[in-house]
């Protein structure tokens, strides 16, 4: 396996949080969502790198990357749109949402644009639901969405 | 006309009242002088527990109770965990406090902390309040800065921490257990009570987890006394809640409101009605988790006996409301897809027994239903319920069930005249 050099900067969030939890490994989960923003997605390299400085091992540190949505096992794009798909956006219409930006982006659910530029993915619940349809851009939340609604945010984005 | 009673939102309106200074204009940090400078640890238990409050994260558990079940002669650190791993669906009061009056749980927690002898309070916040989790941070600044937080608290001699910890997509995490589990840096998986958290939680520390909006409340109790919050709801469900409406109503959104006002003027007099005058034709009334009511039923009074007498649950105060063009097969299929998924895989008679009736679901809405599967979704939902490891597996079962035995005739039409539900788009786990 390459051996992955930690970027500094997350070397350094890192370094500054231990003090407040009685054990390395209970930093693991934030640690996996600041990795990415500086390394992409988990992959096993970077797992290696993370288990070294939380003294767990990369077989930990996948598994527990593995159980959570937010953090990615495979290259994203640039922007992850996070449509969700749950019980009241449903109420209100999400499924057209969704056809609309499948339509617009030209890839299904799960899929990232030939340009890399979004990553388009149906979610859980985003506790938003009085005014749903709702998706993430990246960190931002849009509500009330309508496909013109869709446009902006996207073009927000680009 | 129903009016609502603001406690957790009574800055509702007020600009700005998220920043410190603004809530300090407002009465804010009052309570918790109050408590350490006047009150003795175990008085403002007492207090808590002579109010009634009960926990709002969606099991109704008295908290002062909880509270009092800490060892007090424990030798080493106790933690408090903020359960802001809000994930209900149908649920999004937790959110607005955080949005909105961070200040105010805040203040819940360093009150609950005085109260119980907590060193370090942990606030589980979901991954995907990026917002939220920015305002928790910059409001836990401010009240470090001003001595709120931190060692000698306003000159008490108490001293306590606060950290914000993110979660990362997992809606099991809610669960109290397997947010401890998750905080320690492990898969969100529930753990084995006993030992309950109060004796042996997170670190196997003595832990409280206590939700949003339960420590919220707490402040105006401290204020205004535990009778005046013994005051309000009914003789078993005391106090206020705030109730998140959503679906097809006029104007969704969060309202809080004494316990026990009826359900349908909260849908009529607050959320102004169902949507485009159509009919109601049935409800969750404490998000996806709670079995349906039927239409019938909205006048259930808003409290946690009332509801439970009528079927089903309060839960976290997550009213979803839907007309009489919803098609709840599908709507049970996307509230089935949801546990699947968010299953943790722990036990085998949720990550199966969810899956199972997922499976079919897809074929009923493909058209390739069979009569004797509506019985076999009954049947696997009798296997899932009190069977599993955590409660998860009782909460998937509401949906399934509730529509079964309210719109049998939906199901059968499906499966009978091989109707095909047309699916604008296919949803993929990340």
Same mark, same amino acid.
């Given at each position: 396996?390459? #051996? ?21 490994? !209970? ?16 992959? &096993? ?12 091992? &990369? ?42 930006? #499948? ?29 749903? &349809? ?8 849009? #509500? ?7 446009? *902006? ?6 | ?75 080493? &650190? ?82 306590? #921490? ?36 109060? !004796? ?129 097969? *599908? ?31 897809? *074929? ?67």
């Amino acid at each position: 396996m390459d #051996e992955l050099r930690l970027n500094q900067e997350l070397e350094k969030w890192v370094k500054e949080r231990l003090p407040r939890y009685p054990t390395k490994r !209970s930093l693991l989960v934030p640690t996996l969502l600041e990795a990415q923003k500086y390394h992409g997605h988990i992959s &096993p390299s970077l797992a290696e790198a993370i288990g070294a400085l939380l003294d767990t091992t &990369p077989r930990d540190v996948l598994s527990v990357a593995s159980f959570y949505t937010l953090v990615h096992k495979h290259p994203v794009g640039k922007h992850v749109i996070q449509l969700c798909h749950n019980v009241s956006c449903f109420l209100n219409g999400c499924d057209d949402i969704a056809a609309y930006i #499948e339509e617009k982006l030209g890839v299904k659910a799960g899929g990232t644009t030939e340009d890399g530029k979004f990553t388009f993915i149906t979610v859980e619940c985003l506790a938003a639901c009085g005014s749903g &349809p709702v998706m993430l851009v990246g960190e931002k939340l849009y #509500e009330n969405l309508t496909p013109e609604a869709v446009d *902006r945010a996207l073009a927000e984005a680009n | 006309m129903l009016e609502q009673t603001k406690v957790v939102m009574r800055l509702d309106g007020v600009p700005d009242h998220h920043r410190l200074d603004v809530y300090e204009a407002n009465g804010g940090y009052a309570a918790l002088r109050k408590a350490v400078k006047e009150m003795k640890p175990a008085e403002v238990i007492d207090e808590v527990k002579a109010s009634g409050l009960l926990g709002k994260g969606g099991a109704g558990f008295p908290a002062g109770l909880k509270w009092s079940f800490v060892p007090k002669d424990h030798p080493g &650190p106790k933690y408090l965990a903020c359960n802001a791993d809000e994930g209900e669906p149908g649920t999004f009061k937790d959110r607005w406090i955080l949005e909105h009056n961070p200040h105010q749980m805040i203040e819940g927690c360093i009150i609950a902390a005085y109260a119980v002898g907590i060193s370090h309070i942990y606030v589980y916040c979901r991954g995907e309040f990026y917002q939220g989790k920015e305002m928790i941070r910059r409001a836990a600044e401010e009240a470090y800065a001003k001595g709120y937080l931190g060692q000698n608290i306003l000159g008490s001699g108490f001293s306590t #921490e606060l950290t914000v910890h993110t979660g990362a997509g997992s809606y099991e995490c809610g669960e109290e257990t397997a947010l401890l589990t998750s905080l320690e840096g492990g898969r969100g998986h529930p753990k084995m009570k006993p030992p309950f958290p109060a !004796s042996e939680g997170a670190w196997r520390k003595p832990t409280v987890i206590n939700n949003v909006e339960t420590l919220a409340t707490v402040p105006e109790i401290i204020n205004r006394g535990a009778a005046w919050h013994a005051g309000l709801g009914t003789e078993k469900s005391k106090g206020i809640k705030m109730v998140c409406i959503s679906g097809h109503v006029e104007k969704p959104g969060n309202y809080e409101v004494e316990l026990g006002v009826p359900t349908l003027a909260i849908i009529n007099d607050l959320a102004g009605g169902m949507k485009g005058g159509r009919a109601l034709k049935g409800f969750f009334p404490g998000g996806s988790s709670t079995p349906v009511l039927p239409a019938a039923k909205a006048d259930v009074g808003y409290d946690y006996e009332s509801v439970a007498a009528a079927g089903s649950m309060l839960g976290s105060g997550a009213l979803i409301v839907f007309d009489d063009k919803t098609d709840v097969v *599908r709507m049970a299929e996307v509230i089935t897809r949801f546990y699947t998924w968010e299953s943790c895989g722990k036990c085998t008679p949720c990550r199966e027994g969810t899956r199972w009736m997922l499976q079919i679901y897809e *074929r009923i809405l493909k058209g390739g239903g069979r009569l004797e599967d509506v019985d076999l979704l009954l049947s696997i939902c009798d296997h899932l319920e009190f069977k599993s490891f955590c409660p998860f597996g009782d909460a998937a079962v509401g949906v399934v069930r509730s529509t079964i035995n309210l719109y049998r005739d939906e199901y059968e039409d499906y499966i009978r005249n091989h109707k095909v539900y047309k699916r604008k788009f296919m949803p993929v786990k990340h």
